[in-house]
């Protein structure tokens, strides 16, 4: 695709339940980022991918939030056990490299109930 | 912790003035810097890159200019329109950090006709 696609667009959650939310970077793009956004906040960064090294988790707010890029090129983050404070829009961005412009996807917005 | 303040948080205009908005860093180390705008509900489009060895960019009617001593940053808009009611986002990363960016909370933008 011409650009960053993520799924669902909208999810909502018991408390306690487990989410996955998909992210598919623009083709080829070597450097990946997760950030939340809570509402009337600037984003948030959780974790940076190359290819599919793990390179930074330092913004993962807990350990119910794992996130994954097994092959390089698709993504998943997923969060255990959700709490309403999981509630937020989560926004994935990929860029050609490190430092280089990046570009964002429609997040998908989990509230939990 | 690198902090992003942008000022004005809401501005509201009637069309055809010419804006500013601005932006700043607590630490200055910033390696390039990233105007965004998010429409409502809607993700992140990127507007303007001024790279590491850039003082300004320009497109269409904006103009961004990033002045690395100091670690702000300027956005103008020319001739304002309806269209570009939005709220207007900065980030840049830290020279050390890999490319993730650090946001402001956004300045919130309203052109009427």
């Known amino acids: 695709g011409a650009g960053v696609s993520q799924s669902p667009r909208y999810k909502v959650a018991k408390r306690g339940q487990d989410v996955a939310l998909r992210c598919d970077p623009i083709s080829g793009h070597v450097s990946l980022f997760w950030y939340q956004q809570a509402l009337g906040q600037g984003p948030e960064f959780l974790t940076y991918f190359q290819n599919e090294a793990q390179l930074d988790k330092s913004g993962l707010p807990s350990d119910r939030f794992f996130a994954e890029r097994p092959e390089g090129s698709v993504s998943t983050l997923k969060i255990q056990r959700t709490q309403q404070e999981d509630s937020a829009v989560y926004l994935c961005?990929?860029?050609?490299?490190?430092?280089?412009?990046?570009?964002f996807g429609p997040g998908t917005r989990l509230t939990v109930l | 912790k690198q902090e992003v303040t942008q000022i004005p948080a809401a501005l509201s205009v009637p069309e055809g003035e010419n804006l500013v908005l601005n932006c700043s860093f607590t630490?200055?180390?910033?390696?390039?810097l990233q105007w965004f705008r998010q429409d409502p509900g809607k993700g992140l489009t990127s507007l303007l890159l001024i790279q590491s060895s850039q003082r300004e960019q320009t497109s269409g009617r904006l103009n961004a200019s990033l002045d690395k001593s100091s670690g702000r940053s300027t956005l103008y808009i020319a001739a304002s329109q309806p269209g570009d009611s939005a709220t207007y986002l900065c980030a840049g990363p830290r020279d050390s950090t890999l490319g993730r960016l650090y946001f402001g909370r956004g300045t919130q933008l309203t052109v009427w006709p």
């Open positions: 961005a990929s860029s050609s490299r490190a430092y280089n412009e990046q570009f």
């Open positions: 630490d200055s180390a910033i390696y390039n």
